[in-house]
């Protein structure tokens, strides 16, 4: 048996090395907001110190926003990262209701390709789709950033088995009601499945609002660069010049998934987990 | 909209099932190739299409805007197989999974157990360490980049205090890899702690009781006969996953040192998108992605042996 005085010995123990940990975890982010908060000055002193003497992140923020069109390349991800997930469930839900409920020949052979799909990595794909977004002469468009990620395997074979717990009966009710099978998915399926949806509709948009290897390829325009394209071109433009204005443009950036996170963890831990599914 | 699915839900459904007039049978069996057909394309176009796209481009001289292309056989495969920088960039990559992997893969097992050991703070300490998996990691290596800035950035600043001079991490062929290791790790580690945490919560609470009963006094004791047995599947799971995610490293590659210097960081993606999107030489990019894919598939292989085991013991 425990001893009490071990039992709050190791809780003691326990939250030194976790804070400890957490000081590792935190100390990027931490320093990006002081640096933010610095004019360059300070930023340029090789005395370490944390808190600015004189606080600079408006003024920093300013530059920001006055270098880079921030708010463009943000509405950029929204526009980016909401037209895939759309599109993503409109493709998925339908072939996810087929694959759970409906007998048709063909099902296991496309269930089959479906769990393949799933093992390919995106960049696997990229040099031969990038040729076809080329030949289609859609390149360096929002069609290009969307066009290659509306199909997503992985978001077809979560919705099957999670569809796969609907009752039936629920269904042939449905049916009965003179829904047809469309209607069925929209009406019936969608709505039993919502915490299924939210997940990966977190899993989806995470996923793009961060990804920096598409956007890279077939971009070129500076009017449709997504979040991390626009950090990146900015860092080229003003590293080792403006590290106050670059963090503030990186803390803008990082800012709408930070928040929402903070507001829904529990939401978005399952939504991330996910991936480990994959 | 729950509602009314609620409302469908709680209809008396006939105990004799009623037989179907022979018209909705037939729209039945028709619109489920209308459900699935839009899903069926995009996969042939945007997946299943450009996998077989890619193996085959390998074997063709072709490069993007090239009027032509012609069958050259394993010629880039030999090519690779003389090139240097092919050779470093396998190295590399193998020697950044080689670390990142067990990195981030003991401390999210430490992290979730040293959480799941006590009660206290355990959502917010969960929250910290899953904050560097939310944050978009380009943003966060440009912050990263300046903390290991060799004259301003806090490494440096830090080293100094106990007088040391730090390296010039990214900009030093002996650490660069290194440097980008460490923020793999940092980057990771969070993503596993979730992981973990969930195989432990799964471990039934009676078998610890058991054990103490059974002699296993010491917390180590316990950990040795009931959780790491338990944990173990989990374990190899994560090992997988880390390192596929690994072997896909790009985004701080990319934008932090270019592979650079001197090679010292050039890793498989990074090459193949020189390659592919840089030169445009598409057969020879097409070649690295094969390599590539030939790395992931094996991971994968011992994904689902794994998998496949674990639901013969269930």
């Known amino acids: 048996m425990k001893h009490p005085a071990n039992i709050s010995l190791w809780s003691v123990t326990r939250h030194i090395l976790l804070?400890?940990?957490?000081?590792?975890?935190?100390?990027?982010?931490?320093?990006?907001?002081?640096t933010a908060s610095k004019p360059p000055s300070e930023v340029f002193s090789s005395e370490l110190h944390l808190i600015p003497h004189r606080f600079a992140l408006w003024e920093n923020l300013q530059v920001a926003f006055a270098k880079a069109n921030l708010w463009r390349f943000l509405l950029n991800g929204v526009i980016v990262t909401v037209s895939i997930f759309a599109l993503q469930l409109l493709v998925a839900l339908p072939a996810a209701y087929a694959l759970a409920k409906l007998r048709f020949i063909g099902r296991n052979a496309l269930f089959a390709l479906v769990l393949f799909g799933i093992l390919i990595p995106p960049q696997a794909t990229a040099i031969p789709v990038f040729l076809l977004l080329h030949k289609l002469g859609v390149l360096d468009s929002y069609a290009a950033l969307v066009l290659p990620f509306t199909i997503s395997v992985f978001g077809i074979f979560l919705m099957r088995q999670f569809?796969?717990?609907?009752?039936?009966?629920?269904?042939?009710?449905?049916?009965?009601d003179g829904i047809s099978e469309f209607g069925i998915v929209w009406r019936v399926m969608l709505p039993a499945a919502i915490p299924a949806v939210t997940a990966f509709g977190i899993f989806s948009v995470v996923a793009h609002w961060n990804d920096y290897f598409w956007p890279l390829i077939v971009l070129n325009s500076e009017h449709l660069r997504t979040p991390p394209l626009a950090v990146a071109h900015f860092r080229n433009a003003e590293a080792g010049t403006n590290?106050?204005?670059l963090m503030a443009a990186a803390m803008v950036i990082i800012a709408p998934l930070l928040v929402a996170f903070l507001l829904a963890q529990r939401r978005f831990v399952e939504g991330i987990a996910l991936t480990g599914i994959k | 909209m729950s509602d009314s699915a609620a409302t469908i839900g709680s209809v008396a459904v006939p105990d004799a099932v009623l037989p179907r007039p022979a018209t909705q049978r037939k729209r039945l069996s028709l619109t489920p190739y209308g459900l699935v057909a839009p899903a069926l394309t995009l996969m042939l176009m945007m997946l299943l299409g450009p996998l077989a796209g890619v193996i085959a481009l390998s074997f063709t001289d072709y490069q993007l805007g090239a009027p032509s292309l012609s069958w050259i056989g394993l010629a880039n495969y030999y090519e690779m197989a003389g090139d240097k920088v092919f050779w470093t960039s396998l190295r590399n990559?193998?020697?950044?999974?080689?670390?990142?992997?067990?990195?981030?893969v003991m401390t999210g097992l430490a992290v979730a157990l040293l959480i799941q050991s006590g009660t206290g703070l355990r959502s917010l300490y969960r929250t910290i360490y899953f904050l560097p998996v939310m944050a978009t990691l380009i943003a966060m290596a440009v912050v990263w980049e300046f903390m290991l800035h060799p004259q301003f950035g806090l490494v440096n600043g830090l080293l100094r205090e106990v007088g040391i001079a730090g390296p010039s991490w990214l900009q030093d062929r002996a650490t660069a890899l290194y440097a980008l290791c460490a923020i793999g790790i940092w980057q990771a580690a969070g993503f596993n702690m979730v992981l973990f945490l969930a195989g432990l919560v799964s471990i039934p609470k009676q078998l610890y009781e058991a054990a103490e009963i059974d002699g296993a006094s010491s917390a180590w004791a316990r950990f040795r006969l009931v959780t790491w047995p338990l944990l173990r599947p989990v374990t190899t799971f994560v090992v997988v996953i880390s390192g596929i995610r690994s072997f896909q490293v790009f985004d701080t590659v990319h934008v932090l040192t270019k592979g650079g210097p001197s090679k010292s960081s050039e890793v498989l993606i990074h090459t193949m998108y020189t390659e592919g999107f840089e030169f445009f030489r598409s057969g020879y990019g097409a070649a690295l992605t094969v390599v590539f894919l030939v790395f992931i598939l094996l991971l994968t292989l011992i994904k689902s042996a794994i998998a496949d085991r674990g639901i013969q013991q269930a």
């Open chain 1, 163 to 176: 569809f796969r717990n609907v009752p039936d009966d629920l269904v042939d009710a449905a049916r009965m």
């Open chain 2, 93 to 104: 990559t193998l020697v950044y999974v080689g670390i990142v992997v067990p990195g981030a």
């Open chain 1, 243 to 245: 590290y106050g204005a």
């Open chain 1, 19 to 34: 804070i400890a940990g957490a000081i590792v975890m935190l100390l990027p982010f931490v320093w990006m907001i002081s």
